[in-house]
């Protein structure tokens, strides 16, 4: 309100006379006591707030406006109030720069292991780049004849003959899989005829003695079948056993090592060209770093060329200890069926412990079925 007072009174119109006098108007009057009633309510009100606040001992409050007199002069050496006091028993904080803080020292660990991880594999990519592109020139020299390569010729030989012994070894397990399913399939139409002409010996009492012998003769094809069935499937396992992992293990290792080869050659062939360069600062360098890497290929490739012969080796022994036992079980074992010799076929089994399994035994019980 009394805002809206000052406002009025300082922005109040003089009216002037034709002679230039002011005339003074009776409603002016009348504000000016207003405004100095109201100057009065202010200074009281000013001075309560000023007992309750702080104190202010070197300003002094002044209140006043347009016609203020000189009684709105507060001193404030007079105002008596609370001060600010410090607290000794509160601790004082510390608020941490931008930057700082565990939270940021964590940020900064974590973006540190990220930026090592990332160098890593830059560097990673970077080496195998370089080792890619050697290897390729020199595989590519090589085929245009235009490169040298490391050769074993006792060592090249012997991986040829692996190689095409697996070939002829894949090629009797396959033609062992046939047999087994074809002499399976007819084990099966003897147990299917054995059954039909028991059921005919039956139902014709006329022919049952000529039904009933060939009843009982499929009957027994049919369980020596089973038994001979046995030993194939053996020998079928022990082929594929020899062939797919045993030989393909060593083969694994010869692949290893072939790589090698061709690592290491592809550094010889490096160091070689550097060799044959000027012998400035920079290219002695090079020359130092090529020498290193071409020792860590050789010691490679000594060390996967011993590996190759040592199984080559082993393979060997292994293979002719298998198929000399494998072989002896198929022979005994087609000879006594068809001879008709269930004994010594029962016998065979025996021998070499093979166990058949009793019929119906790869069907699941009926609990596993519900």
């Not at 860590?296 to 036992?325: A, G, P, S």
């Not at 029962?346 to 035994?361: D, M, R, S, V, Y």
Request: hydrophobic share 35%.
């Amino acid at each position: 309100m009394a805002d809206s007072i000052m406002s009025r009174a300082a922005t109040m119109e003089i009216p002037i006379n034709s002679n230039g006098d002011s005339r003074t108007i009776p409603e002016d009057d009348g504000l000016e006591q207003a405004a100095k009633a109201q100057w009065s309510l202010d200074e009281k009100d000013l001075q309560q707030v000023m007992v309750s606040g702080p104190n202010l001992n070197e300003t002094s409050i002044v209140s006043g406006g347009y016609g203020g007199t000189a009684e709105g002069i507060i001193p404030t050496s007079s105002i008596k109030g609370p001060a600010i006091r410090f607290n000794a028993d509160f601790p004082p904080r510390r608020i941490p720069a931008p930057g700082q803080g565990p939270n940021m020292h964590q940020a900064g660990t974590a973006e540190e292991a990220t930026r090592g991880v990332a160098v890593e594999k830059l560097d990673f990519m970077r080496k195998w780049g370089l080792n890619t592109y050697k290897c390729t020139k020199q595989m590519i020299s090589e085929r245009f004849g235009r490169g040298s390569r490391t050769v074993d010729l006792e060592l090249e030989a012997q991986i040829e003959v692996l190689r095409d012994t697996k070939r002829k070894y894949e090629n009797v397990l396959r033609l062992a899989r046939a047999l087994t399913n074809h002499f399976y399939s007819m084990v099966q139409t003897q147990h299917a005829l054995g059954d039909t002409f028991a059921d005919l010996s039956q139902k014709s009492p006329e022919l049952r003695d000529e039904f009933g012998y060939n009843a009982e003769t499929q009957k027994l094809l049919c369980k020596n079948g089973e038994t001979l069935l046995g030993a194939i499937n053996f020998f079928v396992s022990s082929i594929n056993t020899l062939v797919n992992k045993t030989m393909e293990d060593t083969l694994l290792t010869i692949k290893k090592y072939e790589d090698a080869r061709l690592e290491y050659d592809a550094y010889r062939a490096d160091l070689e060209e550097l060799n044959l360069g000027p012998r400035d600062a920079v290219t002695m360098a090079r020359i130092e770093a090529a020498q290193q890497q071409y020792q860590v290929q050789k010691d490679k490739y000594e060390r996967l060329r011993n590996d190759v012969t040592i199984k080559l080796k082993f393979l060997e022994e292994n293979k002719v200890k298998v198929m000399h036992k494998q072989l002896l079980l198929f022979h005994n074992a087609i000879s006594a069926y068809f001879a008709g010799n269930q004994q010594q076929l029962e016998q065979t089994l025996k021998q070499f412990n093979i166990k058949l399994k009793p019929p119906g035994a790869d069907k699941p019980s009926w609990l596993e079925e519900q």
